[in-house]
């Protein structure tokens, strides 16, 4: 199971850190990743690692994924309002070889729960 945490209302240019809590198992050998996701719309790739990490244009250059042990991290930097929404962490035993298969989020077996951030001035 995976628990995220660490959302929050920031304003605009802040920055934020969340945490995805793994519960049994390590994020070695694994692929895992972010995804956020906005009333109305579908799930988006943030960004995830793995066999290689990735990040959506959108974020590239102000996240930053980390993991240690069963701990994964999205370092937010500079953030916008149109970072805001809920985000998720998700995982899947496999290893991904390919940015494709790393952005889509029908890949990923676990999913946490989700946390809000609120980009807002």
């Known amino acids: 199971q995976l628990q995220a945490s660490g959302g929050g209302l920031v304003q605009p240019g802040d920055s934020l850190r969340l945490s995805c809590a793994a519960s049994?198992?390590?994020?070695?050998?694994?692929?895992a990743g972010w995804f956020r996701q906005t009333p109305g719309k579908e799930r988006e790739f943030v960004g995830a690692t793995g066999r290689g990490t990735y990040y959506s244009d959108a974020v590239k250059g102000r996240f930053t994924i980390s993991t240690d042990n069963n701990k994964m991290y999205l370092q937010m930097n500079g953030l916008k309002p149109d970072d805001t929404g809920i985000y998720y962490c998700a995982a899947d035993d496999r290893t991904f070889n390919s940015r494709y298969l790393f952005s889509q989020s029908k890949q990923y077996y676990y999913w946490g729960q989700g946390t809000e951030v609120t980009v807002s001035s």
């Open positions: 049994g198992r390590t994020f070695s050998r694994v692929t």
